[in-house]
């Protein structure tokens, strides 16, 4: 999604595979969502893949937000984040009164679904100026993040993700790239191997027990029918699994230039519009007697072809007036 890896002359292929695979995961993650309700196995996945992969989203957003916050741009982050996520959360609206049925209205700072991306992102830009004196206000933030549990939640501005995601958008904002050598050792392969399977394991058996909605970041304690003192260390717990995960995570993407690379530049187009689909889906009977892990392997490969059908030139050259509009007048 939304970096300044892509205005770089040099650009680092590790994580623009990192990008690529991550899209691909939110995809297939949101594809197999009405499976959880029955579906150990897909639930057990679908613990996994939220556990990371929005937050290594805003993780490598971070990382790449330093020459924005030193040369304190708010241009960029308003056309390529604020812009977009206006004009989805318009078409959405009509979307859901159409498809879903739901009452007409557009709540501009209440985003729909999968938008609170944008809309958080976009704010990182602006408080990042509050954080960015030194990397020990990430402890800061864990707090802030562990606190905003015990009220209601904050959908105004997406503002209860938005501090439970900060610390990861801010530990990419302070590591450096040599900070990710370690990840290459050949070693660590067999470590990242060990984590995710051990987790995986965790969630496929205690699918059911744990509540999914901690790795939301959207809901209070009290909502996950937990108390404070139990919605706290689950809090922590959520962060060292988000943090070992995408560590695991990391040591199976390449450094080097690969054919995925290049979709990378599209990932915000996936993102945007890969939603439609599987709403629409889920109000169809297409899920039904699904059950089997074979099942979910094909819903896994479609939702690569899919992905790489949304980063095509076609694809973004259709929907650029609306992603990307500023882009689109400007070469005109």
């Known amino acids: 999604m939304p970096s300044d890896a892509a205005t770089t002359k040099q650009r680092d292929y590790f994580f623009d595979n990192a990008k690529f695979v991550l899209i691909v995961l939110v995809v297939f ?39 924005a916050v030193a040369q304190k ?60 004196f030194s990397p020990y206000m990430i402890i800061a933030a864990i707090v802030l993040g562990v606190l905003i549990g015990y009220g209601d939640p904050f959908s105004w501005f997406s503002l209860s993700r938005t501090i439970v995601f900060l610390p990861f958008f801010l530990a990419g904002y302070f590591l450096k790239r040599e900070h990710f050598t370690f990840l290459f050792h050949a070693r660590m392969k067999i ?47 959520a962060y060292v699994v988000t943090f070992l995960v995408s560590i695991a995570f990391l040591t199976f993407i390449p450094q080097d230039k690969r054919t995925i690379s290049q979709y990378a530049k599209n990932t915000l187009y996936v993102y945007l519009l890969h939603g439609f689909l599987f709403r ?46 500023f882009t689109f007048f400007k070469n005109k």
Not at 208 to 213: N, Q, S, T
Not at 303 to 320: D, E, G, N, T
Request: glycine share 4%.
């Open 29 to 67: 993650s949101h594809a197999i969502t009405p499976l959880i309700a029955w579906h150990q196995f897909s639930r057990g996945l679908y613990l996994l893949l939220f556990s990371f992969h929005m937050p290594l989203f805003l993780f490598i957003s971070g990382y790449f937000a330093k020459k």
């Open 73 to 132: 741009q708010w241009i960029k982050p308003l056309q390529k984040l604020l812009v977009p996520y206006i004009i989805f959360q318009v078409i959405y609206s009509f979307f859901y009164f159409d498809v879903e049925n739901q009452s007409f209205h557009i709540p501009i700072f209440e985003p729909h679904w999968s938008l609170w991306f944008l809309l958080t992102l976009f704010s990182y830009y602006l408080i990042i100026h509050l954080f960015k």
């Open 191 to 237: 470590l990242g191997a060990a984590i995710l399977i051990g987790i995986f394991a965790i969630f496929y058996v205690y699918a059911y027990d744990i509540p999914y909605e901690l790795f939301y970041g959207n809901t209070s304690y009290n909502e996950m029918g937990v108390n404070n003192v139990m919605g706290t260390i689950y809090r922590l717990l």
């Open 280 to 325: 629409y889906l889920r109000e169809t009977e297409v899920y039904e007697g699904i059950n089997t892990v074979f099942e979910v392997f094909l819903i896994a490969c479609f939702c690569v072809a899919f992905s790489i059908f949304l980063s095509s030139a076609f694809v973004r050259k259709a929907a650029q007036p609306l992603i990307e509009p």
